[in-house]
């Protein structure tokens, strides 16, 4: 069985002013959506599935269905803020999505099989996603259905530009998650890389710690447990404006419940993104570097 790559493209993208999804960063006008869709049929994913918000259909289709449809089988999902589980509603001033959790949720009816989840604006590398094909193959094999993780190190997922979220992790010895704590203002300080608070105060973290960068693995039966945890996510936090239902933290629950046994794979191929507008003439000068390389070609999609 062929698993599906699930694609998260339904973010404002407020701190870089403008819809990054569909920004080219490649020779031929590519977006880093697209190095990542190449990347995972080259590792054997079978569909896409996309979720996007309904406002930025139109254009988001514009740019990938011509060039997509010819190589993999593609789907749309939407995520939208008043979709929620039955009696519940907006709240009043709320124009911020529901988080990555929410997001996952919007695909159980088009997912049947396992499935990789990555955001729209992170180039991760093929490696990376050779590593979670073999993942689900082994799994395959052994009859298993556990969750994997592909990570990476702390120190090489910053902005030189301003804050980023990561989820910090922390393993046992054979490589198996024990919990994930997002953390949503790390930043390179004169004193090493921190977790900086509202107020000012300031956590150093380790350079080498691993992170999740939303490379998940999982099997349909996350999404029972998504709907479960995201009604007691608005039992508890829907009325604050601005409070998300992250996908590491659902994992963290069902973790330390003992629901759910999640791999974590390190994967030491390059990572970068793009967060902020300034970021963006690495982002450029990193992809034209690997396809002088020949590690892609100068045009994705022939």
């Known amino acids: 069985m062929k698993p599906t790559l699930v694609i998260l493209a339904a973010g404002i993208g407020s701190r870089y002013g403008g819809l990054k999804q569909i920004d080219p960063i490649g020779p031929s006008g590519e977006t880093i959506l697209d190095y990542s869709v190449f990347d995972a049929i080259r590792a054997g994913f079978g569909k896409v599935v996309f979720i996007i918000r309904k406002d930025i259909e139109h254009d988001f289709k ?6 997509l449809s010819k190589h993999i089988k593609i789907e749309w999902v939407f995520q939208e803020l008043d979709k929620l589980p039955a009696g519940y509603s907006v709240p009043q001033g709320r124009i911020k999505p529901w988080g990555t959790g929410h997001a996952l949720i919007m695909v159980a009816d ?43 190190e702390l120190n090489n997922t910053l902005s030189d530009f301003g804050t980023v979220s990561r989820g910090i992790c922390v393993t046992d010895n054979q490589g198996w998650l024990n919990s994930v704590t997002e953390l949503t203002r790390i930043a390179k300080t004169t004193g090493g890389i921190a977790d900086i608070q509202p107020g000012g105060e300031t956590t ?67 990572w970068f993104g793009i967060t902020y507008q300034e970021d963006k003439p690495l982002v450029v000068e990193k992809v034209r570097n690997l396809v002088r390389n020949g590690h892609y070609p100068e045009k994705l999609w022939e």
């Not at 514009?62 to 060039?67: A, D, G, I, K, N």
């Not at 955001?119 to 689900?136: H, K, L, M, P, S």
């Open 62 to 67: 514009e740019v990938f269905v011509s060039r």
């Open 204 to 270: 150093l973290l380790r350079e080498n710690d691993p992170v999740s960068m939303n490379f998940w693995g999982f099997t349909p039966s996350l999404f029972d447990h998504l709907k479960k945890e995201f009604t007691l996510f608005l039992d508890s936090d829907k009325d604050h404006l601005k409070s998300e239902f992250y996908i590491p933290s659902v994992v963290d629950t069902l973790i330390k419940s003992g629901q759910e046994k999640v791999k974590v794979l390190r994967n030491p191929g390059q």
């Open 110 to 152: 088009a997912v049947k099989e396992p499935f990789a989840v990555i955001n729209a604006d992170d180039f991760y590398g093929r490696q990376a996603f050779e590593t979670i094909a073999t993942f689900f193959n082994e799994q395959e094999i052994q009859k298993k259905k556990d969750y994997a993780m592909v990570a990476y």
